[in-house]
């Protein structure tokens, strides 16, 4: 069972989230808070993150760029899950150090296959 950490500022999108990768065999940890984002992963030490782009605070482009040069945390694949759909996004998150990019709304088969690609 792999360990999956939801960092996202919407309630309802983590909930959603959770779920999808809970029916998968995965286990979930929520974050809503940017500011408390890297604390619970250095605690929980997750196997995968899925990171929001849209969140008051530090940005979900920020946060990656922390997660991918904290020594402890830069070997977790991140998978964006955003709203924005614009190539300039796309080229941040990437820049930014994510190994994937998906929009929302999220389809269930889509984040499960690119889950499985980077975690197996």
């Known amino acids: 069972m792999s360990k999956i950490l939801i960092i996202d500022d919407d309630v309802q999108t983590t909930k959603l989230l959770e779920g999808i990768v ?19 992963a250095n605690s929980t030490e997750p196997d995968l993150i899925l990171l929001d782009i849209m969140m008051p605070g530090i940005s979900g482009i920020e946060l990656c760029k922390i997660f991918t040069s904290t020594s402890n945390l830069k070997h977790i694949p991140i998978i964006i899950v955003s709203a924005l759909d614009d190539i300039g996004s796309r080229k941040d998150a ?11 709304p999220v389809r269930p088969k889509n984040l499960i296959d690119k889950i499985d690609a980077l975690i197996g």
Do not use: C, R, Y
């Open 22 to 40: 809970l029916l998968h065999g995965h286990q979930a940890v929520a974050v809503n808070h940017s500011m408390s984002a890297v604390e619970v």
């Open 94 to 104: 990437f820049n930014a150090g994510a190994k994937d990019f998906l929009t929302k």
